[in-house]
């Protein structure tokens, strides 16, 4: 086992890394199967519709920071429960935005 201790800031980087994974999915997928998708790149930001390529390349992205957040700060451990309920907090936390912000675009219902 590792001496160093938990920190509150590696709490937060195993959130936000399991934040930016969820991201992650909805990009790359949409990306690889070719198809247009909602980015911080389209105009309007987050609404108008991105390339796959944009999409790939922005789910690529998320996953390195994923990766830098759950794996280079502290030391995320899957063995422990504190490390993998943050992490999957932070998971639900924004496939859960996602689920709500997307539905209107696609034909979903975000109350659902």
């Known amino acids: 086992m590792s001496d ?13 890394g399991g934040g930016f994974l969820a991201n992650t999915l909805p990009h790359l997928i949409a990306g690889v199967q070719g198809s247009p998708f909602q980015s911080p790149f389209a105009n309007p930001p987050g609404v108008g519709l991105s390339s796959a390529t944009t999409n790939v390349v922005w789910g690529l992205i998320n996953l390195v920071i994923a990766y830098l957040l759950l794996v280079r ?10 490390h993998v309920l943050v992490f999957f907090a ?21 109350a659902s």
């Not at 201790?5 to 709490?11: L, V, Y």
């Not at 700060?73 to 504190?82: E, S």
Request: hydrophobic content about 50%; cysteine-free.
């Open 4 to 16: 160093t201790p938990q920190r509150w800031f590696h709490d937060l980087s195993y959130f936000w």
């Open 90 to 110: 932070g998971f639900a936390f924004l496939a859960f935005f996602a689920a709500h912000h997307f539905a209107p675009f696609h034909g979903g219902n975000p």
């Open 73 to 82: 700060v502290g030391r995320f451990d899957l063995r422990r429960w504190r």
